[in-house]
């Protein structure tokens, strides 16, 4: 994992660095940021960080605003997809995707920017509007893309932004607008285990939600359903699916093997054991122990 940050003496425009790759029990406190892509040429890339360039591309914006609140939020480092991954590289690339839903997971913060959707000052009040932006926030584009949905459940806690980067709130405060649009259940969005939720449950969540391609269709799926699923690119939506499926299959097997095991291994309370023997076998026979006490060695060790 590599992470984002400014140098010590940074202001607004202070030169944005990257580290190098860190190893996992080496990685400090980040925020992460959740938005949607523009068109390629319109986002920072990592070879960008590296030639220091980037800054006339309009998805600068957005790195500065993540990196501004992190840092209001006394974090040093942040992270961000579109220019943390060495996407030449095939290895970072595939090991980045298998990772993200535990890089959201473990992140202190994660924000999400929402470019499409605004804010406004009310009337005579310094209050935000909320009918000027809620309509806006339900209907968002970021509601609709495949990989936002592991990076609005798998986090602790997610701050919602809008364009100007106003706060509208956090997936507990808005859980009742955010359920009304995903269907995601209440106790997920406040913090309950995914693994609460059947399996078809979750695939409902992700209906109608689109990948740029399409075999990611499966793969921003494999966090949800807790399996490492290798991405294929060119193998096609069928044939990752089926993947995908088999990787489910395979662990629910396993996990009912495991609670078999564990029924099975159970202790049991022996004084129900002997009443059980006195029940079924007649009794007890009376001094059918005292051979043990006459044993040399018992009698040496007592």
């Known amino acids: 994992m590599r992470l984002l940050y400014y140098r010590e003496d940074y202001r607004e425009d202070g030169e944005l660095s990257i580290t190098d790759k860190l190893a996992t029990d080496a990685i400090p406190p980040y925020a992460i940021l959740s938005h949607t892509w523009g068109t390629e040429d319109e986002e920072v890339t990592f070879d960008d960080l590296a030639d220091n360039a980037g800054r006339d591309k309009p998805g600068y914006k957005k790195i500065q605003l993540c990196g501004e609140q992190a840092k209001r939020d006394g974090l040093q480092f942040f992270w961000v997809d579109t220019c943390c991954i060495n996407k030449a590289n095939k ?97 997920v969005l406040e913090g309950a285990s995914i693994s609460n939720s059947s399996i078809d449950e979750r695939l409902r969540w992700v209906q109608n939600r689109e990948t740029t391609l399409k075999e990611d269709a499966a793969y921003c799926l494999a966090g949800i359903f807790d399996v490492d699923l290798a991405p294929v690119y060119g193998e096609g939506t069928e044939q990752a699916f089926k993947r995908l499926h088999d990787k489910i299959q395979s662990r629910e097997d396993d996990i009912r093997k495991r609670e078999d095991c564990l029924r099975d291994l159970r202790p049991t309370d022996p004084r129900n054991d002997k009443k059980r023997i006195q029940d079924t076998k007649g009794g007890l026979l009376e001094g059918s122990y005292r051979w043990n006490l006459n044993i040399l060695s018992i009698n040496t060790w007592l």
């Not at 893309?145 to 507990?172: C, M, N, Y």
């Open 91 to 187: 290895a970072e690339l595939s090991q980045a995707i298998r990772s993200m839903f535990r890089w959201y997971r473990n992140a202190t913060k994660c924000y999400v920017y929402l470019e499409d959707v605004s804010i406004k000052k009310a009337k005579r009040v310094d209050t935000l509007d909320e009918l000027t932006w809620k309509p806006a926030f339900s209907s968002s584009r970021w509601f609709t893309r495949g990989w936002t949905l592991q990076e609005l459940i798998a986090p602790t806690g997610v701050e919602f932004f809008s364009r100007d980067w106003h706060k509208l709130g956090d997936r507990l405060s808005l859980k009742a607008q955010i359920h009304e649009t995903t269907t995601i259940p209440y106790d």
